[in-house]
Structure formats: structure tokens, C-alpha cells
């Protein structure tokens, strides 16, 4: 049994990764898969946290630039965040774990609320939490509250699953020529606007000295090998 570099982890999943290949909504497979995945890394002890986005239920752009109210947008998105927070829920449940959901907008006949102290003790129990609805606040993304996440639950890693395997100093599918970094500082990232996440995100993380590991979750067993300390898969972003 491989050892965890990691006790207690944050993995931040796109909304648009639960389609697959569909064009919209919730890919069984592709929740099965992650919840496989996840389940590799409970297995060694490594305590996990997820954050979810929800584009691919709700993309608020489009309608904002028909004029729709932003602030009535972003909630919007973070209620499409809660679906796929339940939907990760059931499928973490149905390969044998233990899962929570707590959501940061007040929901109760669905979910836990967000109570730091409650989401430590789920942590230490061994059970896979799930936050939803992001921030609870409008104009802050999903990746701001993973990085806001992964500092109040004192994760000793947070992650990125990405389409790509990791940051390059191009767009890889552009350019043939771009290079993957395998490390890079928050600085270097902010400077050269390599697209990691959005500022407020890198900022925080930079700021409380959360490590970030930006991979392709694609890949089978790619988070096993991150938590058990191989530093070959990914770009790490470090303070
Ligand atoms: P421990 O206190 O550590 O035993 O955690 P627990 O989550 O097992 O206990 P609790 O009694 O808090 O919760 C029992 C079940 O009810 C769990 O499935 C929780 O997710 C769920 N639950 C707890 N609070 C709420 C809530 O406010 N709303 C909803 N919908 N479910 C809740």
C-alpha cells in the first residue's frame, strides 16, 4: 500500500469535466470514474474535500450579456454548483464511502450548511465533503472558493483537475512547441498570466501558502500518484 504525502487534500472539479462527453448536464460515467478515483486515495487514509463548479448546468456569461442581473447569474451558478455537489455525493456513496455536502447558501432540506467545524470533524471521520454553492457570495468564482476552501480546512495540498496535465508557457493544443512546467511560482504564474486560476484564487493561495498541484484528471491514477508524492504528473504552483 503506497504511503500518502498528503493527509488531507482539495480537489477542485470543473462543472463543464462532469459532462463527458456530453453537450450538458451530469456524465454518470465521468461521476463514477472521479468517485473511483477518490475512493484510491481514501483508501491509503488520505482525508479529501471537493469543490464543484456548475457550468455545465449554468454558464452565466451569456445571459449577463443579454443583460441579465449579475448577482442574479452568479446565484443561479451556485445552485447549479449544489446538483453536482449532490450528484458527486451519490456516486461517492455507491462505491462504499462516506459523503457529506455543505453547501454556503442556507439549504437545508438538501444539504449540510457550511460549518468549518463540522467539515473538520466529517475530515477526520474519514468521510468525503463535498462544498457546494462556492462562496455564498456573487462575483467570486469556484476556483476562489476552493482556494478559500482548501486554507480554512488546512489542506496540505490543493488541486486542479484540468483538461490538460498541467500549466504551459502556451496554449498546448495551439502551440506544438509549448513547454509544461513542472513547478512554478505563484509570482511567476500571476506575472506571466499563465491562466492558472483567476487572481483573487492565486492571491489567497499565495498569500496562506497553500500548495497547488494543476493536473489532468483524465488520466487513470493520476491522483493516487500525486498524493503518494510523485512529482513527475502535473505542474506544482508553490509559493
Ligand atoms: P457526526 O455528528 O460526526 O456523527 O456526523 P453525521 O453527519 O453522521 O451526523 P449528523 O447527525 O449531523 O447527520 C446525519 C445525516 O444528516 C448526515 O447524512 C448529514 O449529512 C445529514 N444532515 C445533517 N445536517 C443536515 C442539514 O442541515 N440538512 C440536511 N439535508 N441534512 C443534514
Same mark, same amino acid.
Given at each position: 500500500?503506497?504511503?500518502?504525502?498528503?493527509?488531507?487534500i482539495?480537489l477542485k472539479l470543473?462543472?463543464?469535466a462532469?459532462?463527458?462527453?456530453?453537450? *450538458?448536464?451530469?456524465?454518470?460515467?465521468?461521476?463514477?470514474?472521479?468517485?473511483?478515483e477518490?475512493? /484510491?486515495?481514501?483508501? !491509503?487514509?488520505?482525508?479529501?474535500?471537493?469543490?464543484?463548479?456548475?457550468?455545465? !448546468? *449554468?454558464?452565466?456569461?451569456?445571459?449577463?450579456?443579454?443583460?441579465?442581473?449579475?448577482?442574479?447569474?452568479?446565484?443561479?451558478?451556485?445552485?447549479?454548483?449544489?446538483?453536482?455537489?449532490?450528484?458527486?455525493?451519490?456516486?461517492?456513496?455507491?462505491?462504499?464511502?462516506?459523503?457529506?455536502?455543505?453547501?454556503?447558501?442556507? !439549504?437545508?432540506?438538501?444539504?449540510?450548511?457550511?460549518?468549518?467545524?463540522?467539515?473538520?470533524?466529517?475530515?477526520?471521520?474519514?468521510?468525503?465533503?463535498?462544498?457546494?454553492?462556492?462562496?455564498?457570495?456573487? *462575483?467570486?468564482?469556484?476556483?476562489?472558493?476552493?482556494?478559500?476552501?482548501?486554507?480554512?480546512?488546512? /489542506?496540505?495540498l490543493m488541486l486542479k483537475a484540468t483538461k490538460v496535465d498541467g500549466i504551459?508557457?502556451?496554449?498546448?493544443?495551439?502551440?506544438?512547441? &509549448?513547454?509544461r512546467y513542472d513547478?512554478?511560482?505563484?509570482?511567476?504564474?500571476?506575472?506571466?498570466?499563465?491562466?492558472v486560476?483567476?487572481?483573487? &484564487?492565486?492571491?489567497?493561495?499565495?498569500?496562506?501558502?497553500?500548495?497547488l498541484c494543476v493536473y489532468d484528471m483524465s488520466a487513470p491514477g493520476a491522483l493516487l500518484k500525486i498524493v503518494?508524492?510523485d512529482a513527475s504528473i502535473g505542474t506544482r504552483v508553490?509559493?
Amino acid at each position: 500500500m503506497s504511503q500518502p504525502a498528503y493527509q488531507r487534500i482539495l480537489l477542485k472539479l470543473s462543472g463543464e469535466a462532469l459532462m463527458g462527453e456530453q453537450a *450538458f448536464g451530469i456524465s454518470p460515467e465521468v461521476t463514477n470514474f472521479l468517485a473511483g478515483e477518490i475512493k /484510491a486515495v481514501v483508501d !491509503i487514509g488520505v482525508q479529501v474535500a471537493l469543490v464543484v463548479g456548475g457550468g455545465n !448546468i *449554468f454558464r452565466g456569461e451569456g445571459l449577463a450579456r443579454a443583460g441579465m442581473d449579475r448577482v442574479t447569474g452568479d446565484q443561479m451558478g451556485m445552485l447549479a454548483t449544489v446538483i453536482n455537489a449532490l450528484a458527486l455525493q451519490d456516486a461517492i456513496e455507491r462505491v462504499g464511502m462516506q459523503a457529506r455536502v455543505q453547501s454556503a447558501i442556507r !439549504i437545508n432540506e438538501v444539504c449540510e450548511d457550511f460549518i468549518r467545524r463540522k467539515a473538520m470533524r466529517h475530515l477526520e471521520k474519514g468521510r468525503v465533503l463535498v462544498f457546494a454553492a462556492g462562496t455564498g457570495n456573487p *462575483f467570486f468564482t469556484t476556483d476562489s472558493a476552493a482556494a478559500l476552501r482548501a486554507v480554512e480546512i488546512e /489542506a496540505d495540498l490543493m488541486l486542479k483537475a484540468t483538461k490538460v496535465d498541467g500549466i504551459y508557457n502556451a496554449d498546448p493544443k495551439k502551440d506544438p512547441h &509549448a513547454k509544461r512546467y513542472d513547478e512554478v511560482t505563484y509570482d511567476e504564474a500571476l506575472g506571466k498570466r499563465l491562466g492558472v486560476m483567476d487572481q483573487t &484564487a492565486m492571491v489567497l493561495c499565495r498569500d496562506h501558502g497553500m500548495k497547488l498541484c494543476v493536473y489532468d484528471m483524465s488520466a487513470p491514477g493520476a491522483l493516487l500518484k500525486i498524493v503518494s508524492g510523485d512529482a513527475s504528473i502535473g505542474t506544482r504552483v508553490n509559493r
